[in-house]
């Protein structure tokens, strides 16, 4: 397997990842970004309404204004899965299906996951109807009936940008309120597509060759079944941080790596940045995943130049 020398290894390609792959190009850190999807699930926000001078802007295309920028500085970004990471002496090894990359320093910029709600009929289809990215699919449901299942600001934006497409969306929620931004709230009470089915589950996911009902653990409107063409899920997500459990990396009991102010972890050479750390009050923002990547990246440079 061919190997390749680096200053630093950047595994993630959301803001945090791509902001870090920036500002090590502007410290003329000899570094490359390995990720399977850069952009990482800010590419899936239907909009972007608090990115700092500029007023609504897709997720797609602001990171890929961020990738583009990342290029043009010299980033080199390798669209591949990290499958192993190991440390012989003071070098870092990464494996990917590919090469083998070795570097001094890491950065952990590895997002989150999807949660999933673990009841039959969710894998077998998923793909049919059954879909965790309402901006990669709602095209797909014109004029369909579909339910969104959540009750936080991802599901709202979910259910706006499926009403764009779908004849009727219903939000499945298990709580007596959604805990939304204000602004939701205002847009759902004008909507005429958008229904909210308060204090109720969804215990099984119907159909044949693709989605067709749900079952769900009360009944709606004199039935405990729901007809529906799609169900997307938006039950929150937990940080991805499978590949640096073997580390021995440090993390919270959610899951969420500690780091501190440097963006260091626990393990020496390695810093972590965006959503699946501890940072900045654990605020899930595009804008501080890109400043966490920054910060990282300059903790390295220093490291770097004291040796």
Do not use: C
């Given at each position: 397997m061919t190997?390749?020398?680096?200053?630093?290894?950047?595994?993630?390609?959301?803001?945090?990842?791509?902001?870090?792959?920036?500002y090590a190009s502007r410290y003329?850190?000899?570094?490359?970004?390995?990720?399977?999807?850069?952009?990482?699930?800010?590419?899936?926000?239907?909009?972007?309404?608090?990115?700092?001078?500029?007023?609504?802007?897709?997720?797609?295309?602001?990171?890929?204004?961020?990738?583009?920028?990342?290029?043009k500085l010299g980033g080199k970004i390798l669209m591949d899965s990290a499958s192993n990471i190991s440390k012989d002496g003071d070098v870092w090894s990464v494996a990917t299906h590919t090469a083998n990359y070795k570097a001094k320093f890491l950065i952990l910029a590895l997002g989150m996951e999807y949660r999933k709600l673990q009841i039959p009929g969710e894998v077998e289809f998923k793909g049919k109807g059954v879909s965790y990215c309402p901006t990669c699919d709602a095209p797909f449901f014109k004029e369909k009936i579909v339910a969104v299942v959540g009750g936080g600001n991802s599901a709202a934006s979910a259910a706006q940008l499926l009403s764009e497409y779908a004849s009727k969306v219903f939000i499945i929620y298990r709580g007596d309120k959604l805990k939304v931004d204000p602004a939701y709230g205002e847009k759902f009470a004008k909507s005429e597509k958008i229904e909210i089915i308060y204090q109720t589950n969804i215990k099984e996911i119907l159909g044949d060759k693709s989605v067709s009902r749900l079952k769900l653990d009360k009944k709606y409107d004199g039935s405990d079944e729901l007809d529906v063409q799609g169900v997307f899920i938006e039950v929150g997500s937990e940080p991805g941080v499978?590949?640096?459990?073997?580390?021995?990396?440090?993390?919270?009991?959610?899951?969420?790596?500690?780091?501190?102010?440097?963006?260091?972890?626990?393990?020496?050479?390695?810093?972590?940045?965006?959503?699946?750390?501890?940072?900045?009050?654990?605020?899930?923002?595009?804008?501080?995943?890109?400043?966490?990547?920054?910060i990282a990246s300059g903790s390295v440079y220093k490291k770097l130049q004291t040796g």
């Open positions: 190997e390749k020398n680096y200053d630093l290894i950047i595994i993630g390609g959301g803001p945090a990842g791509l902001t870090a792959s920036i003329k850190v000899n570094h490359v970004l390995i990720a399977k999807e850069p952009g990482g699930q800010a590419v899936e926000a239907h909009k972007v309404e608090n990115w700092p001078g500029t007023v609504s802007v897709s997720g797609l295309e602001l990171t890929q204004k961020m990738r583009e920028h990342a290029e499978e590949l640096t459990k073997k580390l021995g990396v440090e993390t919270d009991d959610r899951g969420f790596i500690l780091v501190n102010a440097d963006q260091s972890t626990n393990i020496p050479g390695v810093w972590a940045a965006g959503d699946a750390t501890t940072g900045s009050n654990k605020m899930r923002q595009i804008i501080i995943a890109a400043a966490e990547g920054a």
